[in-house]
Structures are given as C-alpha cells and as structure tokens.
C-alpha cells in the first residue's frame, strides 16, 4: 500500500499551522514567556518548512530540498532554544548552532544525491538535533519542571527515535523511498509519527509554560516574596488546620512568634536594601533548623511565626532556643562589608490536645510571652503563661530597656 506523500505534508501542514495559532494565541494572552516565542518561532519555521516541501512538483529541486530541509533544521534549533532555556534556563551550548550551520553546508553538497541518500542523511541530521533537548527534557527536566514537560519529553524522544527509525530504514532498503510523492506505507507513517509527536511536544510546552505560570502564581498567593517563608494568611490556616488535626491524633502543638530585636535600627544604620537581606538571611537560617513537618511564616515586617506539629513545651522550647542562638550566631555583611548581627525574641505557647485553645487565642498567647520577652531585655525566649498572656498586648507597648543600647547588636 502505498501513501501519498503530498496530502500527508498537506495534513502536518495543517496541524503546525493549528500549532501556530495556538501559540500565538496564548502570546498574545497572558503567556508573554521568551520561551513560548522562541518555540511559536520554530513552528512558524516548521509550517514554512512544509510549505516548501509541498510546493516540491512545481518548484526547483534546491528550493524545496534546501530551503526547505534549511526550514527544518531552524525550526529544531529553535525548539532546542525554547527547551534549554526552559529547563536550564541557559542559552544554547556554544557547538549548537556551528554544528547546524555544516549541516547546512553539507546539505549544499548533497544536492546531486539520489532522494533515497538524502533522506536518510536529514533524517539522520534532524534526529541529531533534536537529541539533546530531547536527553534534557528527559533526564533535568523529569523531576524538577512543570509536569507537562515530561510529556513533551516523551513526544521528543519518540520523534527522535522515529527519525533515527527513518534515516537506518532508508540506509538500509533504499528502494522503499525512491518514488518523491508516493511512500511505502510504512515509512509514510513513521514520518507522520515523528512530526505528529513534534506537534505533540509543542502543545506540551505550551501547557508546560501555563502549568510554570501558575505555579509561580500559587507561590506568590501562598509565600511571602522576599524570604521565601509562607504568608501570613497560609500560616493562619496552617495553625488552624494543624490545631485541629493534633487534636484529632491526640498530639499537643507549638506555635512561636519570632521578632527580630531592634529591626527598624537594621534598616536606619544599613539601608533597606541590607535590612532585607537580613530578613532573607534570618529565615534560611531559621529555616536550617526546622522538621520538613514545621510550618514557617512571615506574619509581617520583622515578625515570624513557628507551627510545630506534634511538639510539646520542653521540644519547643529546645528549639526555639536553638533558633535563637543560631540567629545570635549568624554573622551577615552589607555590600560595604560592614558586619551585621542581630537577635530575636521569641514567645512560645503549647497546646496540649484537650486545651479546647483556639488558633486565635494561642496567637495572643504566644505574642504576650514574645511581649515579655522584649520587655525583659530581648534576645530571649519566653513560654505563655494562661494567666499573665491571656491578653494580647497593646499595639506599640514594646518599650526598649534603657539599659540596652542598640549599637551592641553590630559590629
Ligand atoms: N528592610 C525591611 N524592613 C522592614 C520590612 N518590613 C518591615 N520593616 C521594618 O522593620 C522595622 C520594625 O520596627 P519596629 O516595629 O519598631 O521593631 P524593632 O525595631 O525590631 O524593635 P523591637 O521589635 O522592639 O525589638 C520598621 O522599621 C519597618 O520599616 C521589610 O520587608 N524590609
């Protein structure tokens, strides 16, 4: 059976150009990634590249052969750009595109072989191309990207092997590829198979950059910006939820509120810009002390909180007092060098899981022990007591010691 081979260039023709104007569409929205264009680029190139294959009866032999198969080989570099960028977020390696260019050159010198030859060399050519987005996709991109780059990794490596499966076949049974517009049926539908996959990984990619999207949307919904840490409002939630569930299994929780001492002196002596790194410094360093299980949120300024599932007071307070000394260990420099240290105060309550405590009011709790522990010279961790936390303290009542002089934070 044989398969004619214009109406299957006419029908990848149309599926690229379906391709195109979905990427562009989603260009045109609210997908303005660098990425996405390069690859809307590389299928307007692939569509271009089809169209000259197309025109083949009525064009010069060079036009459709090496303009066309040129078409191709841009349009793969293009994808490999998308793909390296993407998952690497690196350009092109610096052999890429010199590689592609003798390949060019060579195509030049095979303009007198049979169509048989020449099939199997491009082949060949494309399917070497392609080879490394495709073992990038695979082998960095599985794991640490968006999910749907997995399937356009696996659609890559399926073209891959399609064309490596194409250039041996016509190595090896030259007559199957001999006629230019009618095809055996067998390498008909490989070729099919291996541009429909590409087709396949652009859609991928497409998806894969939504998926980027919106999973960079969920982290500025749910993190705080500068340090990485949760937001206020998923820390709240956390508390509530983890409240709820310890109750349940049976287990106390530990919920802390950390305040850096003397913070707005950070910022007047340094500048703003060292006050943030301090806060991005505090919460790594806060961060290396944690269970993968603590909850960790920045509840505003220089204010941090702790939830500590299944932790009772002595485990709590352990480690809000190793958290406290590592902060009084950290050691940070501004851009002039100038060394910066900082302390923190902490407040610590514990609910046992029959307490009935509410999230609400083991807030107040454990920020009426970090009010005392400001008032009581800073640098220090305090655990609630029921009786002399259970008001919240007045907004703006940290007095600072008259002892204390502010300049013994730095040196
Ligand atoms: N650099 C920087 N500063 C911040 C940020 N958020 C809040 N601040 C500053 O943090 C300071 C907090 O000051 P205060 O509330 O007086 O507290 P403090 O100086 O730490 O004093 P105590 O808490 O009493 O020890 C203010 O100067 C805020 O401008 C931020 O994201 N970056």
């Known amino acids: 059976m044989k398969i004619d081979i214009p109406t299957l260039l006419l029908t990848l023709f149309a599926g690229f150009l379906l391709l195109s104007l979905q990427l562009w569409i989603a260009l045109r929205g609210a997908l303005r990634q660098p990425e996405l264009r390069t690859w809307a680029q590389g299928s ?7 169209g000259m294959l197309f025109l083949r009866p009525w064009t010069p032999l060079w036009m459709s052969a090496l303009v066309g198969n040129c078409l191709f080989f841009l349009s793969i570099s293009l994808y490999t750009k ?53 073992l990038l996709t695979l082998i960095r991109g599985w794991g640490n990207v968006a999910g749907a780059m997995r399937n356009v990794g696996l659609m890559m490596g399926l073209t891959c092997l399609a064309m490596y499966a194409r250039g041996f076949d016509a190595s090896l049974r030259p007559q199957q590829y001999a006629e230019l517009m009618a095809g ?8 099919l198979l291996s541009f429909l996959c590409l087709m396949g990984a652009g859609f991928g990619f497409v998806l894969a950059c939504f998926e980027r999207v919106a999973l960079r949307m969920e982290e500025l919904a749910t993190h705080d910006g500068l340090t990485g840490c949760l937001n206020r ?26 305040d850096i001492d003397h913070f707005k002196c950070v ?8 006050g943030d ?54 050691a940070l420099a501004d851009e002039q060098g100038r060394q910066i240290r ?12 029959d307490s009935g405590l509410s999230a609400t ?33 007045p907004a703006g009542t940290i007095e600072k010691p008259s002892s204390e002089t502010v300049a013994g934070n730095f040196s």
Request: one cysteine or more.
């Open 82 to 134: 998308a793909i390296f960028r993407y998952v690497l977020d690196h350009p092109l390696p610096r052999w890429y595109l010199p590689t592609v260019g003798l390949f060019c050159i060579a195509l030049l010198g095979m303009q007198h072989w049979v169509f048989q030859q020449r099939t199997a060399v491009v082949s060949f050519m494309l399917a070497l191309m392609l080879t490394p987005a495709t």
């Open 184 to 191: 055996d049926l067998g390498p008909g539908l490989v070729l």
């Open 342 to 353: 900082v302390t923190v105060s902490i407040g610590v309550v514990v609910a046992a899981s």
């Open 267 to 274: 910022n007047d002596q340094f500048g703003h810009q060292a």
């Open 277 to 330: 790194m301090v806060l991005r410094g505090f919460a790594q360093a806060v961060r290396s002390r944690l269970r993968a299980s603590d909850v960790f949120g920045r509840m505003g300024g220089e204010e941090f909180a702790l939830v500590l599932p299944a932790t009772d007071g002595p485990g709590a307070l352990r480690l809000a007092e190793l958290v406290r000394q590592t902060i009084e260990q950290m």
């Open 233 to 258: 409002v998923t820390t709240d939630t956390l508390l509530a939820h983890t409240l709820e569930r310890g109750r349940r299994e049976g287990s106390p929780l530990s919920f802390c509120l950390l």
């Open 44 to 50: 307007a190139a692939m569509l271009a590249g089809f």
């Open 361 to 393: 009011r083991l807030y107040m709790l454990a920020d009426g022990a970090l009010y005392r522990a400001k008032h009581g010279g800073r640098n220090r961790v305090m655990l609630a007591d029921e009786a002399s936390d259970a008001l919240a303290r």
